[in-house]
């Protein structure tokens, strides 16, 4: 975290065309991956305004000119379909201050990599809810993201992950580490490599429909939490769709199995007492609802015969990734305890446990409102 003693502020604010004059800028949010502010600014008449300043992670997004002009591209795609719709664009979806000379973000001196956008007042995010119907709302939020970009040309989208969810080839790199073994740990997390490999069948699934045709490729969040969502409220609506560093061109399927993996289980996704993890059907039913209200008339059939199953894989592959990561010695996931990617990697088998569990009943949901 880039700390504010760092920070020349006044001088970096002169480079984006914000309205009104600087006050002040302090740390805001939750996020672990970019360095982000609030900058609020005096717009005369004893108003003040606020916008977000987001110095970006260059070591996780080493592309940023990439990530920035799939923004600019979606954005600009999402504030048409907004206005046609007689909505708000300043609240329904980001909206990137622009540099004095037009570019969508600065570089200073030092290399580092910032952008700006206008704070949406009035509406927050959530890491945890205790009202289920806000899985709903944000389940609605990325369906409506993905109706409103229907028409957008996908191929003009960066891919700035390349395979990020293409599980066969997370599986290679899974059965690669077992094979190397390459800390020693492979006899210790032997339950749960076998409990993967036996399901290794199924990690082609949607990979080969897509080469068959049957499912088409559409922009995509790749990050489809709870916390991406913000709320309104005052209405309680999901609004607007956040954090969109990850939109590239993929499986609607991904987004929605990944928003099933991180909502429908009640537990920290690091949670070490597997008593407390289980598959939440009620809110497995929340986001279908939700998304379908919103998307079902885009999806085709095969994309909403393999809905249910798209949970069961995108939480699958992230349990091959999080085993790998710690039978080679835990090289990409930050660890703060030993062991953390072998709990993350059991929280994530017991998740499949009971998604296979319930998988009928999952078909069932999704089919009443199909």
């Given at each position: 975290?880039?700390?504010?003693?760092?920070?020349?502020?006044p001088?970096?604010?002169?480079?984006?065309?914000?309205?009104?004059?600087?006050?002040?800028?302090?740390?805001?949010?939750?996020?672990?991956?970019?360095?982000?502010?609030?900058?609020?600014?005096?717009?005369?008449?004893?108003?003040t305004?606020?916008?977000?300043l987001?110095?970006?992670?260059?070591?996780?997004f080493?592309?940023?000119?990439?990530?920035?002009?799939?923004?600019?591209?979606?954005?600009a795609?999402?504030?048409?379909?907004?206005?046609?719709?007689?909505?708000?664009?300043?609240?329904?979806?980001?909206?990137?201050?622009?540099?004095?000379?037009?570019?969508?973000?600065?570089q200073?001196?030092?290399?580092?990599?910032?952008?700006?956008?206008?704070?949406?007042?009035g509406?927050?995010t959530?890491?945890?809810?205790?009202?289920?119907?806000?899985?709903?709302?944000?389940?609605?939020?990325?369906?409506?993201?993905?109706?409103?970009?229907?028409?957008?040309?996908?191929?003009?989208?960066?891919?700035?992950?390349?395979?990020?969810?293409?599980?066969?080839?997370?599986?290679?790199?899974?059965?690669?580490?077992?094979?190397?073994?390459?800390a020693?740990?492979?006899?210790?997390?032997?339950?749960?490599i076998?409990?993967?490999?036996?399901r290794?069948g199924?990690?082609?699934?949607l990979?080969?429909?897509?080469?068959?045709?049957?499912?088409?490729?559409?922009v995509?969040?790749?990050?489809?939490?709870?916390?991406?969502?913000?709320?309104?409220?005052?209405?309680?609506?999901?609004?607007?769709?956040?954090d969109?560093?990850?939109?590239?061109?993929?499986?609607?399927?991904?987004?929605?199995?990944?928003?099933?993996?991180?909502?429908?289980?009640?537990?920290?996704?690091?949670?070490?007492?597997?008593?407390?993890?289980?598959?939440?059907?009620?809110?497995f039913?929340?986001?279908?609802?939700?998304?379908?209200?919103?998307?079902?008339?885009?999806?085709?059939?095969?994309?909403?015969?393999?809905?249910?199953?798209s949970a069961?894989?995108?939480?699958?592959?992230?349990?091959?990734?999080?085993?790998?990561?710690?039978?080679?010695?835990d090289?990409y996931y930050?660890?703060?305890r030993?062991?953390?990617?072998?709990?993350?990697?059991?929280?994530?088998?017991?998740?499949?446990?009971?998604?296979?569990?319930?998988?009928?009943?999952?078909?069932?949901?999704?089919?009443?409102?199909?």
């Open positions: 975290m880039t700390s504010l003693l760092e920070l020349d502020f001088t970096l604010i002169r480079h984006f065309a914000f309205e009104g004059s600087f006050l002040e800028a302090c740390p805001f949010g939750n996020g672990h991956i970019h360095d982000t502010f609030a900058a609020r600014f005096d717009i005369g008449r004893g108003k305004r606020r916008y977000i987001q110095k970006i992670n260059t070591h996780v080493t592309q940023p000119v990439r990530v920035m002009e799939n923004i600019e591209k979606v954005t795609h999402l504030r048409k379909a907004i206005l046609q719709t007689g909505g708000d664009p300043s609240r329904e979806t980001l909206t990137l201050i622009p540099r004095l000379d037009g570019k969508s973000f600065y200073d001196e030092t290399g580092a990599v910032w952008r700006a956008m206008i704070f949406i007042e509406a927050q959530y890491q945890t809810v205790s009202d289920p119907r806000l899985y709903m709302q944000a389940a609605r939020a990325f369906g409506r993201f993905q109706i409103r970009l229907t028409d957008f040309p996908v191929g003009d989208l960066h891919i700035t992950l390349p395979d990020f969810h293409n599980t066969p080839w997370r599986l290679e790199n899974f059965l690669r580490a077992v094979e190397n073994n390459a020693g740990r492979a006899q210790l997390a032997r339950p749960e076998d409990f993967l490999l036996q290794q199924q990690a082609g699934r990979v080969q429909l897509q080469r068959q045709g049957q499912l088409p490729l559409r995509t969040h790749n990050d489809t939490k709870l916390d991406n969502v913000m709320i309104d409220d005052r209405t309680g609506e999901g609004i607007c769709v956040i969109l560093d990850t939109v590239m061109p993929g499986l609607a399927l991904y987004d929605f199995g990944d928003s099933v993996r991180s909502a429908a289980n009640p537990a920290a996704e690091d949670e070490p007492d597997l008593s407390k993890v289980f598959f939440n059907l009620p809110v039913e929340r986001l279908v609802q939700g998304y379908l209200q919103e998307a079902g008339s885009l999806l085709t059939q095969a994309e909403l015969d393999n809905l249910a199953f069961w894989l995108i939480t699958y592959e992230q349990a091959l990734r999080f085993l790998g990561d710690y039978l080679n010695g090289t930050k660890i703060n030993p062991n953390h990617n072998l709990e993350r990697a059991r929280t994530q088998i017991k998740l499949i446990q009971g998604m296979e569990e319930h998988f009928e009943e999952m078909e069932g949901v999704v089919r009443s409102w199909g």
